[in-house]
Structure formats: C-alpha cells, structure tokens
C-alpha cells in the first residue's frame, strides 16, 4: 500500500474527505492510477458519493474497456439510486449511453437532466448549466447525424435563449445536412464572422456546392486547408 493511501485513510478517518479526493485527483495527475483508484475506493467505502462519481468518470474517459466497456455507466447508476436528481450523474449516464451506441437512451438521460434541473439534488451544485445541458443534447444528436432532429431542437434553443456563435454555426451547419443550401449560408457567414473554424468552412463550402456555385465552395475547402496548417 503507497503512502499516498495511508495519507487518504488518515484524512478519511479525520473526517477530511474532501482532502483525500483531492488527493486522489493529484495521483491521477501523476499517472498513478493504482493509487487514484485505491483512494477513490477507500472514499467509496465510507460512503463519499463525489468519489463514486469521479470513479465512474475514470472509467467513462480514461479506461473504457473496464468491464467489458462499460463507460463508467454501473457507477453512475449507483449513484443515481441514492441521488435519482443529479444533474451530474444523469449527464454522466447519458454519455455512457451514447458511447455504447445507444443514441435513445442517451437523449432520454439528458431529457431527464433538464427536466430535474428544476429540482436538482440540494448536496450538489450541477456543473452544466440548463442551456448547457441543452446545448449538450443537441450535440449528442449532430454526432448521431440525427440532422432532423438536431436542426428543430436548435431552433428551440434559439427561441428561448437567443443566438449566438456555437447556434449560429449548428444552424447552418444543420440547414446544410437538411438540404437548406441557401438558408444555411446566413448562418454560416454570421458564424464566420465571430470565429474561423474548419466545420463552418467545410459546411459553407458543401451548401456552395450544392448549389453550383464551385469556385466559391473551392476557395472554402482551401480555407479549411490553410486553418487546419495554422
């Protein structure tokens, strides 16, 4: 057993979780999964629910193929059996869900999120806020290429919080995939006027195309050449 264990057991037995994850934090910073894992367990034990979590999340992005590729998914389930309201722990099983290929039940998980935002667990403070926890939705559906449905939920999105740079590069970015060529074009260009990115490029080149406007689309791909070389 490290001494960085011994260090844990002596703050958990001071009644200093707090101090013992964050010690834990820092072997994982170190790359000392043996003792992150160890202290997280110990945490686990006398009943700390951050640490479950935090070894949920471990698992979801730094070692998937814990059993069998579960993403973390059994212990944010434990978690969500003593805290059904974490806004947390229901975004973290949504990505779980998704990993796993199973775009419905992710999408439900985050529906979920919203719907207890309005009655969140009072031992947590959610790190995302409402529209974030929206905003995540809708990318979950880009990344399924669930184009329809990402293209409505961002017009929602827009109606009850305004636009901004990341809507108005998913709006035309999303208007292109459905077809709406010209309409996307107003998006994009107002996109590219707040920030450069590869993805509004491609997808103002894509529309241009679409509609038979080729030099105009080959001066975009090559603009998404020299960003990727920056």
Do not use: W
């Not at 479950?52 to 069998?68: A, F, I, P, R, V």
């Amino acid at each position: 057993m490290s001494e960085y264990v011994e260090s844990a057991k002596k703050y958990i037995s001071e009644g200093n979780e707090k101090e013992a994850l964050k010690l834990a934090r820092k072997r994982h910073g170190k790359d000392d999964a043996e003792s992150y894992i160890a202290i997280l367990d110990l945490l686990i034990e006398n009943g700390h629910l951050p640490a479950l979590e935090e070894k949920g999340m471990y698992y979801q992005y730094y070692d998937s193929t814990h059993d069998n590729g579960d993403y973390g998914e059994k212990y944010f389930d434990e978690y969500l059996e003593q805290q059904p309201r974490s806004i947390n722990a229901l975004c973290d099983k949504a990505m779980s869900r998704f990993n796993k290929g199973d775009v419905d039940g992710a999408l439900e998980y985050m529906d979920k999120g919203v719907d207890k935002y309005k009655s969140y667990s009072s031992i947590e403070k959610p790190r995302l806020s409402k529209k974030e926890v929206i905003m995540a939705r809708i990318e979950l559906l880009i990344q399924a290429k669930r184009y329809d449905e990402a293209l409505k939920s961002i017009k929602q999105y827009e109606n009850q919080f305004g636009s901004n740079q990341k809507t108005d590069l998913y709006m035309g970015q999303m208007l292109q995939k459905n077809g709406e060529n010209r309409e996307a074009l107003e998006y994009l260009d107002k996109a590219l006027l707040q920030e450069d990115t590869i993805i509004a490029f491609n997808a103002k080149g894509d529309a241009l195309y679409e509609l038979k406007e080729y030099k105009e689309a080959l001066k975009c791909y090559k603009n998404c050449i020299q960003y990727e070389g920056k």
